[in-house]
């Protein structure tokens, strides 16, 4: 059995991260983190491990990495599509995952770790980058502005009441637009809308922009609320 310790702060990523892992018996996780904090304690406090933290936590690199070789631990390296593999690997960590990695690779990458190899991502991962945006630039386009919002509230981990709240509508609206972005973007819940979202660049930039410009106008209305009261 090889204990994993899963540390990120995107709540979703880290979610259907935990669900990939759970399909294979021989993998168990032990701890999930939200913050460094919460990182640094689970890897002292559960030796021997594999640790598959994500680069965005900050970690004082050269810290983590003696943490993990006093407690017998091997790192593996969450980093963003935009980062070099490179520098993580020549820092002692035994692997490197992008954010948009498969499932399939992912396992691959920790039971190599774990059998005390290094993962070096394939190329194929950076030369597929391209196809990544088409596919996602195709499902942008086809997505209409209300159900882009949608998208955008999901990667932020909304639920249904507080999206129709905060796009003042009902529940039920809610729903019935996400059966026409399920039906858009081939996935089947909002795990796998937020992980198909993250994975392709296009979509996710589109989303991050759109999401942006929801809490731009909340924060407007907020101050329109407040300036209302005061007069």
């Not at 892992?21 to 460094?36: F, G, K, P, S, T």
């Not at 933290?53 to 407690?71: G, I, N, Q, V, W």
């Not at 993580?88 to 920790?110: D, K, M, P, T, W």
């Amino acid at each position: 059995m090889n204990k994993i310790i899963l540390a990120d702060s995107q709540a979703i990523f880290r979610a259907g991260t935990a669900k990939v892992l759970a399909n294979h018996d021989e993998l168990r996780i032990i701890a999930q983190c939200a913050d460094l904090e919460r990182l640094l304690h689970a890897v002292t406090t559960f030796p021997g491990a594999i640790v598959l933290f994500a680069a965005s936590l900050r970690p004082d690199l050269a810290r983590m990495r003696k943490l993990l070789e006093h407690t017998s631990s091997r790192g593996i390296v969450i980093a963003e599509n935009s980062d070099s593999a490179s520098s993580y690997l020549q820092l002692g960590f035994r692997g490197v995952v992008f954010r948009n990695v498969s499932g399939n690779a992912l396992i691959e990458c920790v039971r190599r770790v774990a059998a005390g190899d290094t993962w070096i991502p394939p190329q194929l991962v950076i030369s597929d980058a391209s196809e990544e945006d088409l596919v996602g630039s195709r499902v942008r386009d086809r997505l209409t502005p209300k159900e882009m919002r949608i998208v955008a509230l999901i990667v932020q981990g909304c639920k249904n009441r507080e999206i129709a709240s905060r796009l003042k509508t009902t529940e039920q609206v809610i729903k019935n637009y996400l059966r026409s972005i399920y039906d858009k973007t081939g996935v089947s819940d909002r795990l796998e809308l937020a992980l198909f979202t993250i994975h392709h660049r296009a979509l996710a930039a589109a989303a991050s922009e759109v999401g942006s410009k929801l809490e731009a106008e909340e924060q407007q209305q907020q101050q329109a609320a407040g300036a209302s009261a005061v007069a």
